[in-house]
C-alpha cells in the first residue's frame, strides 16, 4: 500500500507541476480555446466596455444565456447517471457476486467512481474536450481552469446540437464527469472477486488516462454549431474534431465510448488475473439476486439519464432518446427471457435482469439517432444476441469474465453502433444526421456507407482499448500484483482486503 500511495502522489505532483499559472485565472471575457463536446466551443460572457456603442442597428448580438428549462434537465440528468452507478451498478455486481466477496465489490465501485471524479475535474476533461489534435485535448481546461470567473461571477458557456443555445459548460463538466466514472466502474466486474484492490486503482488511472479520454476526445469532440458561421470555415473546424467525428461515426450516448470500451478492457482484465479458483468446477453463483433485479431497475431508471441527458437540450431530440431508451429495453427483456424459456426451459429472474442492461446497452449509441422502428429491432437483437455473449461466446473465448462485462457490454455495444448505422436512415424511421452544420440540414448517404464507418470506429475502439488494458494491466502487476493470494481468495476479498463483512450470521 505505501507503494501504491507513492505512486498515486507522485501522480498528483506531475499533474500540479504542469498547471499553467494563468489557468484558474483566465479572463471570462477571453473566448476559451475549448469545445465541450458533443456542443461547441464555450461562449465567453461578454466583456462590459466603455467604448462608444455603435447604432443600436449596428450592435453585435448579446452572448446567449442558459434556457433554466435546459439547464434543470441537464442537473437531474446528472444526478440520475450517477445513481447508475452508486447504487444501481453496485448492487447488480454486488448481487451477483458470493456474499464473501460483496462488499469488495461494493467497495471498488464505490471508490473507483469517486477516484475518476476526481481525476477528470484534474486533468481528463481537458484531456478529452479541449482542442487538440485528432486523438487527444490538449490542457487549456486542468484543475477546470476557465469554466469560471469568481471575481466577476461569471460562467463560460458551452453550446449544445443548436445554433445560439447554450448551457454552463460546468454543467457538461459533471454529466461527462458521470460517464467516465461509470464507464471504469463496468470493469470491475469481469475480474471480481480474486483482484488485489490497489491493482484495481493502479489500472483504473492508466486505463483512464490513456483510453478513456482518447476515446471520449475521438468520439465526441468538434467545434460545436456557433462555430460554423461561413461555409468557409468548414472543412478547417471539421479537420478540429476528433477521429472518428471527423469519420461521421454516431454515438449519441456511449456505445463505443462507454460499453465497447469497458467491455473489451474487462475481457484483457479477466485473461490476465485469470480464472477464478474453482471455475468451472464449483457453482459460482449469485449470493443475492433480488438485489441484482433491484440494481438493474435503478440502472433502467438512471438511463434515462445518459441516454436522454445526451441530448444537452430538454427538447425533442431528449424525447426521442427517451421513448427509444424505455422500448429497447422492455424489448431486450422480454427476448432474453424468451431465450432462456426456449434453450434452458426456464426462464430466470437474474436473466431478464441481465436482458435490460443487454438492451439499455444497445440502445445507449442509437438513442437519439433511430426511429421507433429500430428501437424495437435493436431491443429485441440485444436480448437475444447478448444471451449468446454471456453463454456461447464465452465459453469459446474461455476467460473468465466474472460478471459478463464482456458479453453485455462489448457485445451489445457492438451490435448497437452497427444497427444505429443502419436504422438512421430515414427510410427506416430515423431522423438521419447533421451533415451541414453551417446550414444545419440534415442528411444520409446510404446504409451500407453509415454502417461501414460504424464498423471503423468499432475497430479503433477494441484496439486502443485492448493494448491500452493490456499495458495498464502489466504495469499494475509489476507495481502491486494484480491477484490476491490463494487463501485470501478462499477466505474472501471482504474480510482480506477491507476487514469487514456484509453479513454477521
Known sequence: MKRLFAILALIGAVSLAGLPAQAQDKPADKPAATAPAPAAAPVAPAAESTAPKPPAAAEAKPAPTPNKGDVAWMLVSTALVIMMSIPALALFYGGMVRAKNMLSVLMQVFV???????????YGYS????????????????????????????????????KGVVIPELLFVAFQATFAAITCCLIVGAFAERVKFSAVLVFMVLWFTFSYTPIAHMVWFWMGPDAYTSAKLVDELNGKAGLLWQWGALDFAGGTVVHINAGVAGLVGAYMVGKRIGFGKEALTPHNVPMTMIGASLLWVGWFGFNAGSAL???????????NTFLATACAVLAWTIGEWIFKSKPSMLGAASGAVAGLVAITPAAGNVGIPGAFVIGTAAGFVCLWGVNQLKRMLGADDSLDVFGVHAVGG????????????????????????????????????????????????????????????????????????????REGLDVNSHGETAYHV
Not at 473507483?112 to 484534474?122: D, G, K, P, Q, Y
Open 112 to 122: 473507483t467512481f469517486s477516484l475518476i471524479t476526481v481525476l477528470w475535474c484534474v
Open 414 to 489: 457492438i451490435l448497437g453502433a452497427l444497427l444505429t448505422g443502419v436504422f438512421n436512415a430515414p427510410d427506416l424511421g430515423g431522423p438521419g444526421f447533421v451533415n451541414n452544420w453551417f446550414e444545419m440540414k440534415p442528411g444520409f448517404e446510404s446504409i451500407a456507407g453509415q454502417v461501414w464507418i460504424q464498423a471503423k470506429a468499432i475497430g479503433v475502439t477494441v484496439i486502443w482499448t485492448g493494448v491500452v488494458a493490456w499495458v495498464s494491466f502489466l504495469i499494475a502487476n509489476l507495481l502491486v500484483g494484480l491477484r490476491v493470494s490463494e487463501e485470501e481468495e
Open 127 to 162: 484531456l478529452a474536450f479541449t482542442e487538440g489534435n485528432a486523438f487527444f485535448g490538449g490542457f487549456d481546461r486542468l484543475f477546470l481552469g476557465g469554466t469560471f470567473d469568481s471575481a466577476k461571477g461569471e460562467f463560460a458557456m458551452g453550446a449544445t446540437f443548436s
Open 313 to 323: 437540450e430538454a427538447g425533442t431530440s431528449a424525447t426521442l432518446a427517451f421513448i
